[in-house]
């Protein structure tokens, strides 16, 4: 991020606008709506320039900038239309301590100026650092179409009555409150009565949400899905942008953590791998004890939670303390893995079962039903197969399986950083040692990549 994006006060600040043409006004399109005072420099003013001093919008000076004109200036745009001239203005204001942009120049600019979406109070401003100035705009239209025009005086008359709102106790029942004001009481008086509406329904509002109990804690136990953002499910991402507590495992990326609450408490209980992780009981114990105090809590799990989740030993422990729960399911990593490859886990005349294994369990590599896997057509999902992979081999080769079945493993399903390994059974050690994966692997055995499939048995590893 070269620039970061900010909102400045403007209150009573001085802006200053050399230029007396279009690109000028455009500007002041801007500016005027804001509380800046704002200072005009044109030898020659455009007439709609005369207009807005006579309005008493700006203060107009019928002569080009000078030295000394930005002194204790906030900003400067230099909007002359003219290269040279803008260098001459931008050169002396920069002296006068201002901040300056020169308009469509954004090399030599200090700042520049966003995309705007005006609901004031509420502001939206949108930067692509000069990328694509499309994009931009596409996204300003696509939010003005969403957003309705009386969100502005719905925020306007809300924020008046932040104070009265305090009698609400800080946290969940004042979010609920004014969850209840913006997305739903407020748009509804708008239409019906108009803004005069709006202060009474706070009242009767505030009064509604004082008198009532409060809600009580409950925990959703949520798929995040194999990582990419847009395969999570519309509950999760309605779950987490409500969510008072996070508690996720070391599988889910900071991508889907941004979705969260802004205020939320988000906790990692990393339990991926072999790495060091949070007992299951303190897990456990944690959801419990912010749930009993009120909290939304959103256990978010890698995948789908009922695949190798543990899911079971988080329900008994809920339902155990009496907390309400329920279960969002998610995509899980064998789904992911198996459309990166462009290949059906299940094909009529090849496997009528697909089977979901894991590579180790609790007691270390897990035992399976090695001989119908290792018959021909057989496919499985293996999920924390990447240390276990000579031991898996063994047991299939032990078992009759045909040392040519395809195998391939995916890393980082649906993440930018996805990464395939097609190999066959007998080459599978090796291929992963030698593809030294660092992410989440799944080996989809009995599977070839799509393109892989026609020059199978003679297949060799490849990395995608
Ligand atoms: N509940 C999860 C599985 C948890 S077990 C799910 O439904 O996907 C953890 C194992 O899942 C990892 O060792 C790996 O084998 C697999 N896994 C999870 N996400 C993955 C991803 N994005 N790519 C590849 N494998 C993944």
Redesign the pocket.
Known sequence: MDHFPIYLALQGRRVIVAGGGETALAKLRLLTKTSARITVFAAVPDAALIALAHAGKITLQHRAFGPGDALCAALLYAANDDAAEDRRVARLARADGALVNIVDNLEDSQFITPAIVDRDPVTIAIGTEGAAPVLARAIKADLEERLSPSLGVAARVGKAFRKLAEALPMGRKRRDFWQDYYFATAPQVLEQEGEAGLLPALDALLARHLSSAPAPGRVDLV?AG??DPELLTLRARKLLDRADVVIHDR?VPQAILELARREALIIDAGK??FGPAMAQTDICALMVEHAARGAHVVRL?????????RLDEEIEALSAAGLDWSVVP?I???S??AAGIGQSLTKRDRNSALRLV??HDMQGFAEQDWRSLARPGAVAA?????RGARFIQGRLMMHGADPQTPVTA??????PE?RVVATTLSRLPQALADAACH?????LYGLAPRAAEAALPHLSEEFA
């Not at 799990?301 to 989740?309: I, M, T």
């Not at 293996?382 to 990447?386: E, F, L, N, S």
Request: charged fraction near 15%.
């Open positions: 798929g194999p990582g599988l991926e791998g799990k890698g995948g789908d939670p009922a695949v190798f989740g998610g899980t990593a064998a992911a893995a894991t590579g293996i999920y924390m197969g990447k995916v890393e980082n399903a649906s993440r996805a992410g989440p692997v799944i080996l």
